[in-house]
């Protein structure tokens, strides 16, 4: 029990309210980087929603993988509470699903879109959090990689995923 107050812990935490996430991308070629974003996102909030961008055309990139697959692959996620389609804009996508934090990687940090959503995140008390790029590791480089007939991964001493 609080001291003066009559509410007991069991009574706060019947009352809060979950903290709910987001994180949109494009998802392509999946990789381990995408999940030690989503890991770290699942870690920070209480439901996770991800949204997934129809095609990497904002970023300026093709995509390999359907948007049907990405989507299948990110509702197979240990992570991932709920999976949606993608506005534009996470502002946009704020104004229907209302979340609480917005997750991306520190990459992004710094940049015009992201000092944008600052700015009209500022009266809404959305956190943003920007979680440690994995390095070594994009959707790009994999990109590269296949179409530059560089040689397939070699089985050899690795860290786990997130080391």
């Known amino acids: ?3 003066d107050t ?9 009352e809060r309210k979950p903290v709910i996430g987001y994180a949109s991308g494009t998802f392509d070629l999946f990789h381990t980087g995408h999940l030690n974003l989503l890991r770290h996102a699942k870690e920070a909030c209480d439901y996770l929603i991800v949204g997934v961008h129809e095609s990497g055309a904002w970023k300026g990139k093709a995509t390999y993988m359907s ?12 992570y991932v ?51 440690p790029y994995t390095e070594g590791i994009s959707s790009t480089m ?17 860290k786990p995923c997130g080391q």
């Open 1 to 3: 029990m609080l001291e």
């Open 6 to 14: 009559g509410i007991s812990f069991e009574d706060l935490e019947e």
């Open 67 to 78: 948007f049907e697959d990405r989507k299948a692959l990110l509702r197979g996620c240990r």
């Open 81 to 131: 509470d709920e999976v949606v389609d993608a506005g534009a804009e996470d502002s946009e996508d704020w104004e229907r699903l209302h979340f609480d934090r917005l997750f991306a990687g520190s990459d992004y940090r710094g940049s015009a879109r992201f000092k944008a959503y600052e700015e009209f995140f500022r009266d809404k008390d959305v956190e943003i959090i920007f979680f």
């Open 142 to 158: 994999i990109r590269d990689a296949i179409l530059e007939g560089l040689p397939a991964y070699q089985d050899g001493p690795e």
